[in-house]
């Protein structure tokens, strides 16, 4: 046989996932599948990425929640600050991740020499856009937890192996780490990409809340600028959509706004306050319960984690009578929370990101970019306090300095993303310490705990890969 299929590499012959629209769309639908869950080659070892796993660990990481079953598979050691480079949440997150976004650079190298003449370059554009976004948040996720902030040495310090080009065969692919800065300009360049060429709404809620949309792309990119301190960016990007006054509902696209009550966002999925969330339509979707936002943050027998009785459910200024606190209950005589409620098979739709999250972005950039207790951040601070507390109106006068201010937008973002994987991130990015919680102490921002190691399989795979210091 002068020409024999080959065993390490997909045939052509058999596999043409871009031969037909409707084939095209099953792989974007895919690339959705594949950064919301995804297993490991050890089938013992479920990874969900953005279904649960990812926010689990960024919480977990942080002070409010203690962990009860010390168990090494469910984040035990990502709680404890004692993850090594062999820890199933450092390797298994690492090989999900990039999994997702070889198969995002497998689909924009497809698109490129054969998918777009087939659905048209408008659509085609649709769906590379799509595939830019996807690769960006898992690159920034990538960031957040294996390397150094962007504040340390202003992105110098090594970052991720940057790869952007589709692996579907057995080669040699060492590839040495990217700086911070760069991994960032590329998420940037990729979002940007993704504003310019993504739709500015779908037909229906759902379709609006599951994939991308140009008020996805900006409110992620609000998040990125965030992230890197960099204010002035994150106000030009919010400005796009947000108003500079009450209620504050995107000027554009997708009308996204607070709803009603905080309940509100989590008992129906698909409302405009739900930017970007991960769906489980039926149990075929759901992750297993080694993954699940409810088995570890909602009391359900034997929950992972219980609430710190002296994290942010101790502040004495977060009210009792604020709606936020119906959340906050007892099971089995641990704290929980009750955003996410559904025993198995889990379909609790999993957040990625929430319209009050841009709002407080945006407010913690007019006041650490004016340096001033501004009009606007006081105003944007009230519209997501104001709707849990009727109770409490906050006013220029509320605040002796700038500072004072901006601690309010960080304890606001505290309470109103508890469970959802905000916490740590908001620490890291700012330098701040991670307080001690139970047994474990606090972490400085010089302390290599501070961040994850590398994954001991890539440093074996990758010969031009070097471990965190």
Known sequence: MLTPVSQTQVSDQDYQPFTTSARINSQVLGLYASIRQSTTSNATTYNSIFGGRYQIYNDVKADNWLNYTANSVTAYQTWNETVTSTASEVEGLWTAEYRTINSCNLFIDGMAAKGTSVV???????????????RALAYYSLLQLYCRPYWDGNGSQPGLPLRLTGNSS?????????????VYTQIISDLQAAETGLPTNYADAATNTTRAHKNTAIALLTRVYLTMQKWTDVINEANKIVPVSAPFTASSGVANTLQATPAAAFTSYTTTESVFSMPFVNATETPGSQSALADYFGGLGSTEFYLNPNGVIADA????????????????GRGCITKFPTVSPYTDWAPVMRWPEVLLSLA????RSTQSVDVQAVALLNAVRHRADASTTYTTASFDTYIDLVNAILQERNIEFLGEGLRNIDLVRLGLTIPAKGTVPAITS????YIWPIPNSELLYNKLMTSNP
Do not use: H, I, M
Request: without cysteine; glycine residues 6%.
């Open 120 to 134: 048209g370059s408008t659509q085609g554009a649709y769906y590379v856009a799509e595939a830019k976004f996807l």
């Open 364 to 367: 913690e950039a007019r006041a």
């Open 170 to 182: 057995y080669n040699n692919y060492d590839l040495a780490r990217s700086t911070v800065a760069q």
């Open 446 to 449: 010089s302390d290599p705990r």
């Open 317 to 332: 200024n977060w009210k009792t009578s604020d709606l936020r606190r119906g959340f906050v209950a007892t099971k089995s």
